[in-house]
């Protein structure tokens, strides 16, 4: 792996960990504060809402500033957030350090991903940003079960202690690592919201919300419904997160080779698997093997998709693939909001933890219908188009 994908990886490990390890903490969270599970809950929710909201914004201020500063800035800022959320002394100030900490997620994200992408040939695109987020995928092996381990041990406030150390590890390594020259598109940000009002830019962005909500309406509730439903104790908890990690990496490596051989196809086929896989995740969550066999197959399957989706927007908005890229960021975190909001307020309601996945199903019988009318209606931009001149010949380059 080139040095400046293993920076950028490293950044997304420290990025990845902060954000999914909470959902492992949850009961210690809650406790600890004297809140109730669902309430808990509404920190995935901040989160998430923080990247919604700060990738538009993050990508107009950092739209004309040079691509390595504005990473190396943007992963401080993640570090700055963590020391905020592990000083954090109740509810209210967490919630704030953790929407704060979020405004760096999606322009780090989105930038990141066109970097690795540019840096690399056209036919290795969507393996180049599968291997950036494969610092994702490492985050939910080891970041995330490490993680809840430290904090069911030592308490939840060490573990965002930790998560700051590795964040600063990861500026250091892009400081060393990031080229120093990266091509840019020129122009003018606002003029690229343009691309908004095209449909196979919107399409994408809407599977990105709808296939992000279906995962995170029952990931959320994870460590609950293990532990109420399939018996698993907390120690054993961490373990299945530990497979849910490795699931989550094999599922970014399958998706980045599958975009570089056919992005539409994958893209129907992978959505059609994960209609499957939340019908019986109802059934098989009663018991401890079959959860473990669903849990794999679940994460493998909703991992792939994300360098697919990644790859798509970035070639249908030739003209604008940083904000694109940002904002189809914003897009995934905006479906976490949604999906991790709706568990929420369906819990609250009464309905049962294996209710979740049933929701979780009829989201993605919607995402498969749209993937499907899209990528039949409207194509694959990027496969009809010439390398954009970012990748080749910039206008502009970053000092």
């Known amino acids: 792996m080139p040095l400046h994908l293993i920076a950028l990886a490293a950044a997304a490990f420290g990025i990845g960990t902060s954000e999914f390890v909470i959902m492992g903490l949850l009961p210690n969270v809650a406790a600890d504060l004297h809140i109730s599970i669902d309430i808990a809950g509404l920190l995935i929710t901040g989160y998430a809402m923080g990247v919604v909201i700060g990738a538009p914004i993050m990508a107009i201020v950092t739209a004309r500033l040079p691509r390595k500063a504005t990473l190396i800035g943007l992963a401080s800022t993640f570090v700055l957030g963590n020391l905020?959320?592990?000083?954090?002394?109740?509810?209210?100030?967490?919630?704030?350090a953790r929407v704060f900490t979020a405004f760096c997620h999606g322009a780090f994200f989105g930038i990141g991903a066109v970097v690795a992408a540019d840096l690399v040939p056209r036919h290795q695109r969507s393996s180049a940003i599968a291997l950036?987020?494969?610092?994702?995928?490492?985050?939910?092996?080891l970041g995330v079960p490490l993680g809840t381990a430290l904090g069911q041990a030592a308490g939840w406030r060490s573990t965002f202690w930790v998560v700051s150390g590795i964040g600063m590890a990861a500026v250091a390594a892009l400081a060393a690592w990031i080229p120093g020259r990266i091509p840019m598109q020129p122009g003018n940000i606002l003029r690229e919201f343009r691309v908004l009002k095209d449909v196979r830019v919107l399409w994408p962005l809407a599977a990105s919300v709808l296939a992000s909500a279906a995962l995170?309406?029952?990931?959320?509730?994870?460590?609950?419904?293990?532990?109420?439903?399939?018996?698993?104790?907390?120690?054993?908890?961490?373990?299945?997160?530990?497979?849910?990690?490795?699931?989550?990496?094999?599922?970014?490596?399958?998706?980045?080779k599958l975009g570089d051989r056919s992005l539409e196809t994958s893209l129907r086929r992978v959505f059609a698997g994960?209609?499957?896989?939340?019908?019986?995740?109802?059934?098989a969550s009663h018991a401890l093997a079959p959860m473990l066999t669903v849990t794999f197959v679940w994460g493998?399957?909703?991992?792939?998709?994300?360098?697919?989706?990644?790859?798509?927007?970035?070639?249908?908005?030739?003209?604008?693939?940083?904000?694109?890229?940002?904002?189809?960021?914003?897009?995934?975190?905006?479906?976490n909001a949604c999906?991790?909001?709706?568990?929420?307020?369906?819990?609250?309601?009464?309905?049962?933890?294996?209710?979740?996945?049933?929701?979780?199903?009829?989201?993605?019988?919607?995402?498969l219908l749209l993937a499907s009318w899209g990528t039949r209606r409207h194509g694959r931009r990027g496969a009809t188009l010439p390398t954009p001149s970012s990748a080749l010949t910039p206008s502009r380059s970053d000092a």
Do not use: K
């Not at 950036?132 to 092996?141: K, P, Q, R």
């Not at 999906?339 to 919607?366: E, F, Y």
């Open 84 to 96: 905020l959320c592990a000083l954090a002394p109740g509810y209210g100030l967490l919630m704030a």
């Open 132 to 141: 950036m987020f494969t610092g994702l995928t490492l985050a939910n092996v």
């Open 216 to 256: 995170f309406c029952v990931l959320t509730y994870i460590a609950p419904l293990l532990r109420e439903v399939t018996g698993v104790s907390e120690r054993g908890i961490t373990g299945v997160l530990l497979l849910f990690g490795v699931a989550l990496t094999v599922g970014s490596t399958l998706g980045g």
């Open 274 to 283: 994960l209609l499957a896989v939340f019908a019986v995740l109802p059934g």
């Open 300 to 335: 493998v399957l909703g991992f792939a998709v994300v360098p697919l989706l990644q790859t798509l927007i970035v070639d249908q908005a030739a003209d604008a693939p940083n904000l694109a890229s940002t904002l189809n960021q914003g897009a995934f975190n905006l479906g």
């Open 339 to 367: 999906g991790a909001g709706l568990g929420s307020v369906a819990l609250g309601h009464g309905l049962p933890l294996t209710g979740l996945p049933w929701l979780s199903a009829a989201m993605t019988a919607a995402v």
